[in-house]
């Protein structure tokens, strides 16, 4: 998995590492790796919409409580978009969207609204930090 020292581009793993030291459990899916098609918003929306609903079947699929992402394109295309593709696709999926640090921020005991900014979440983790026991 490691090139040369550093992660992988086609397997990456220190996402899945960072998650696992946070006491969470990280799931794979089906396609993971694939980028969500933020990169083609700008020029081709329907495609990058149906890139990231068949993303969002995927980790539905395997039950997944939560997505971890730490990628600009990603935040846009999960956390933003996500209403609009299930209003557009006919799904409902409300899966919350964390970034990187607000993980590790809650491993760490912090506020969720008032030192992670969890209230500014498109998708609100609201029963995913009560199944978490935060308040």
Do not use: W
């Not at 396609?31 to 919409?49: V, Y």
């Amino acid at each position: 998995y490691l090139f040369d020292g550093f992660d992988s581009a086609k397997r990456p793993h220190s996402l899945e590492a960072i998650i696992k030291a946070t006491g969470a459990t990280p799931v794979r899916y089906l396609n993971m790796e694939r980028c969500c098609g933020g990169d083609i918003l700008a020029i081709e929306e329907k495609t990058a919409t149906k890139v990231v609903n068949s993303k969002l079947k995927d980790i539905q699929y395997v039950g997944a409580d939560a997505m971890v992402l730490h990628c600009p394109f990603c935040s846009i295309m999960y956390d933003e978009y996500q209403a609009t593709i299930e209003e557009t696709f006919n799904e409902v999926y409300k899966l919350p969207v964390l970034y990187l640090p607000q993980v590790v921020g809650l491993a760490m005991g912090m506020d969720p609204k008032k030192d992670l900014g969890m209230s500014l979440n498109n998708v609100k983790p609201k029963a995913l930090l009560a199944k978490l026991g935060v308040k």
